[in-house]
RNA sequence: CGGGGCGUAGUAUACCGGUAGUACGCUUGCUUUGGGAGCAAAUAGACCGAGUUCGAUUCUCGGCGCCCCGACCA
């Protein structure tokens, strides 16, 4: 991609009414843009982090047996009614038709999956099964906040699982647990394995996947020994004290964002919606159901929280919308340009993610745009590349500097 | 939803009861060219409504919007 084409710009300054740092980067370097609080739509740059997320993710679903669906976002009042949700989940969206029709939009898929697996679940043979998908959520939150950490519209990897038993249920929550390990390990992340409450339907812990950062919303306590881990609303326990499961350490309280949870959701949905197989005597049971959720966008907030520093964006290999920013200097210098644009073709053609700065700007500006983006690894083209042949090679996130020859980059 | 703050060109800001100035951006020209250049010209602005006033962008009230703290958080 040639920057001079590239739809979006960066700008010099932040935004004045976002002061967290996640919104300020990501609008200054033209990955977002707000629409209204807590709503942001992705442009070029942003779409492809979040994308490279997404991927991510998907893999480590499928990984597990996954199978991945696409639901509706536009709900039917019905189900949720049936539920109880209509009336008591207060984040839920109420849409009235022209024709007083009451609808929602997906704030969780419980109502719209568990409906689509009685279709096709009739026999314990046909378990244990998993369907996911990765899509829009829409929750009426009192409080948007955190730029794209807590929002009113965002994307969440949703999966939901069927067992025979509890004993299977809980064999593939471990499996979960360590797949979402996994992905957070991907991203460059560490995420904590955290017990908290099990929502309204378990008295069971469930597990939130918190990664520490200050700009996340829940206070956690964790050992400094082993993974020990619970979120600070649910403890009795405090700062300092001896952990509890391994003995050795003492807890540490910091701030986290929940980029992840897994919830045993019983027999409540498949009971309100009368999910029935047959069991190998031939009676009808109810499913187990387990809740997996991941926040995709939220992710991409607490990668910027994480690793963004004082010059901009800094993104891990795997999440970059481009893995090299190619910077050309000398403005309307030819010998520079085509050495550049040789270069770019060759990386292109080795199919090498490249962002090409051949926009005739000073080298300050390109530089710090450049810091901006983020982009993990930035070749530079000026004149002492033409006169050596060897390309200044820029690492974003520790500023080490290498020499490489062309041989050594394509 | 309670509390606080803030709404001025595309962006960031300044001043003012007498209709607004600066910087960056955008457009044009010349110079400059390895860390956000210089000169010149050009473009562009008071969230909405009501009230007070001869006159409101400025003061008052209401609304809307945004941010922050709290509450809330499948």
């Not at 984040?91 to 109502?111: C, H, I």
């Not at 009676?283 to 963004?308: A, N, W, Y």
């Not at 050495?339 to 700007?361: F, Q, S």
Request: glycine share 8%.
């Amino acid at each position: 991609m040639k920057q001079s084409k590239l739809f979006t710009k960066a700008r010099r300054e932040a935004p004045a009414d976002e002061v967290s740092k996640n919104a300020q980067l990501l609008v200054r370097a033209g990955y977002v843009h707000k629409e209204m609080a807590g709503v942001y739509s992705y442009l070029p740059l942003g779409k492809k982090v979040l994308e490279k997320i997404e991927e991510v993710v998907r893999e480590e679903m499928d990984a597990v047996g996954g199978q991945e669906v696409r639901m509706a976002t536009l709900h039917p009042s019905e189900p949720w009614k049936q539920t109880g949700a209509w009336d008591s989940v207060d984040v839920v969206f109420k849409l009235l038709s022209r024709t007083e029709k009451e609808y929602t939009v997906g704030q969780s898929e419980e109502e719209i999956v568990t409906p689509i697996a009685r279709e096709y679940v009739q026999s314990y043979k046909d378990l244990p099964v998993a369907i996911y998908q990765i899509g829009q959520k829409y929750r009426d939150e009192l409080r948007a906040k955190s730029g794209i950490l807590r929002g009113r519209e965002f994307t969440m990897k949703d999966m939901y699982s069927f067992h025979e038993t509890q004993e299977d249920f809980d064999r593939f929550y471990n499996v979960m647990k360590e797949a979402y390990l996994k992905v957070y390990s991907r991203l460059g992340l560490v995420a904590k394995a955290t017990e908290a409450s099990g929502g309204a339907f378990t008295k069971k812990l469930s597990y939130e996947f918190m990664v520490l950062t200050d700009a996340g919303e829940d206070d956690i306590l964790y050992c400094d020994h082993c993974s020990y881990c619970v979120n600070a609303e649910i403890s009795e326990q405090k700062e300092s004290d001896a952990c509890t499961r391994c003995g050795k350490g003492s807890l540490s309280r910091a701030k986290a964002s929940e980029v992840g949870n897994i919830f045993d959701l019983g027999t409540k949905y498949t009971t309100d919606f009368s999910f029935t197989y047959k069991d190998k005597e031939g009676k009808d049971q109810h499913p187990i159901m387990g809740c997996f959720g991941i926040g995709i966008s939220r992710l991409m907030g607490v990668i910027v929280e994480t690793f963004g520093d004082d010059k901009g964006l800094v993104w891990p290999e795997s999440v970059a919308p481009f893995a090299v920013h190619l910077v050309s200097l000398g403005k309307g210098d030819d010998e520079i340009s085509k050495m550049a644009d040789a270069l770019y073709d060759e990386l292109t053609e080795k199919g090498v993610e490249i962002l090409y700065d051949d926009r005739d700007l000073r080298a300050g500006e390109k530089f710090a745009e450049s810091d901006l983006l983020g982009i993990p690894k930035r070749i530079v083209v000026g004149k002492e590349a033409v006169a050596t042949g060897m390309f200044e090679v820029v690492n974003r996130a520790t500023g080490e500097v290498v020499k490489k020859s062309r041989a050594e980059l394509v």
